[in-house]
């Protein structure tokens, strides 16, 4: 019972603050307007800023585990694939195929991942959670650009340098490698701007979250309902059950574990909706998959960490 209550407790506060946004939008405290600005503030400024602020104080030589950087790759790109060979068959239309990928293995690490982590490990846990982030975005960007061009056989559209300047230029990248030469020099970051630093890093992910909220909509919610919902059956249940099962049998515990779990357990990213609408395919399906798949994993991911947290493996 305590060990729920601990879990409920992680998990909550995250998950209401998205609440909470949605019903500010419903109210009309916030608009349209407000999500998008919000979120170029988040991805811009405050949620740099954090991942520089956690990242610079650390000794990087102590978080960096190459052996969890392969294994998310290898976890993801194995997961992307077999995602793939199993809406060929179950997913016909190409608009919906493209969509059912990305939103079945695409995960909102950068936001809701770090809350979790946070409320886990608190600072501690930031650092290495920020390195593996670091190594995601390239990697997410590339897969999500590919299952979005190639069923809608629109490969001339992908410009192999514009996608790789795209990634270079990613806010959180130049974030992680601005703190990473920092933090090689071994000085400090002086006071004053270690406190400008915390003030914009407080408030990226509260903001974010609360982006997440007024971001979703019940309007079209059986649109694809069958596709939505197997979508998220396999972003919710079947890769992180694998993934951190197989995690825990090569060896990762304890804080490794955790992130791990949380990195492939986080419901689809709100990325995936907007690169859809941007390559026109169905925008409302992957609309649907954020939904469902955001509200799902307060369950499923409550689940997930009490197991864990109940057999002492992180």
């Not at 960096?64 to 194995?78: A, H, P, Q, R, W």
């Given at each position: 019972m305590q060990n729920l209550i601990f879990t409920a407790n992680l998990v909550a506060p995250v998950f209401l603050i998205v609440a909470l946004g949605y019903f500010l939008r419903q109210l009309g405290m916030i608009t349209d307007n407000f999500v998008k600005l919000s979120s170029k503030i988040v991805f811009s400024v405050s949620l740099p800023a954090l991942i520089f602020i956690e990242l610079?104080?650390?000794?990087?030589?102590?978080?960096?585990?190459?052996?969890?950087?392969?294994?998310?790759?290898?976890?993801?790109?194995?997961?992307?694939?077999?995602?793939?060979?199993?809406?060929?068959?179950?997913?016909?239309?190409?608009?919906?195929?493209?969509?059912?990928?990305?939103?079945?293995?695409r995960g909102n690490y950068a936001i809701i991942g770090l809350a979790l982590i946070f409320n886990l490990y608190g600072e501690g846990g930031l650092g290495k959670a920020s390195i593996a982030l670091a190594f995601t975005i390239p990697l997410y960007n590339i897969l999500s650009i590919v299952a979005l061009t190639v069923p809608l056989r629109k490969e001339?559209?992908?410009?192999?340098?514009?996608?790789?300047?795209?990634?270079?230029?990613?806010?959180?990248?130049?974030?992680?490698?601005?703190?990473?030469?920092?933090?090689?020099?071994?000085?400090?970051?002086?006071?004053?701007?270690?406190?400008?630093?915390?003030?914009?890093?407080?408030?990226?992910?509260?903001?974010?979250?609360?982006?997440?909220?007024?971001?979703?909509?019940?309007?079209d919610v059986k649109e694809g309902l069958t596709k939505t919902l197997f979508s998220t059956i396999i972003k919710l249940v079947f890769i992180p059950l694998s993934a951190t099962f197989i995690a825990y049998k090569l060896g990762f515990i304890g804080i490794d574990l955790g992130i791990l779990f949380i990195l492939f357990a986080c419901p689809t990213a709100i990325a995936s909706f907007i690169m859809a609408e941007a390559m026109g395919s169905n925008s409302k399906l992957a609309a649907n998959i954020l939904l469902i798949t955001t509200l799902s994993s307060v369950i499923t991911i409550t689940i997930g960490l009490f197991i864990l947290k109940q057999n002492g493996l992180i």
């Open positions: 610079a104080k650390i000794d990087l030589h102590q978080v960096f585990d190459i052996k969890m950087i392969v294994f998310i790759y290898v976890g993801t790109i194995i997961s992307f694939l077999l995602i793939w060979l199993i809406a060929i068959p179950f997913v016909k239309e190409p608009k919906d195929r493209t969509v059912f990928i990305q939103g079945s293995f001339k559209q992908l410009k192999l340098s514009g996608t790789i300047f795209e990634i270079i230029k990613n806010p959180l990248l130049l974030a992680v490698v601005a703190a990473v030469l920092f933090s090689s020099t071994g000085l400090k970051l002086p006071f004053i701007f270690n406190k400008t630093g915390g003030y914009l890093a407080s408030l990226a992910l509260p903001l974010a979250l609360l982006g997440i909220g007024g971001f979703m909509s019940f309007n």
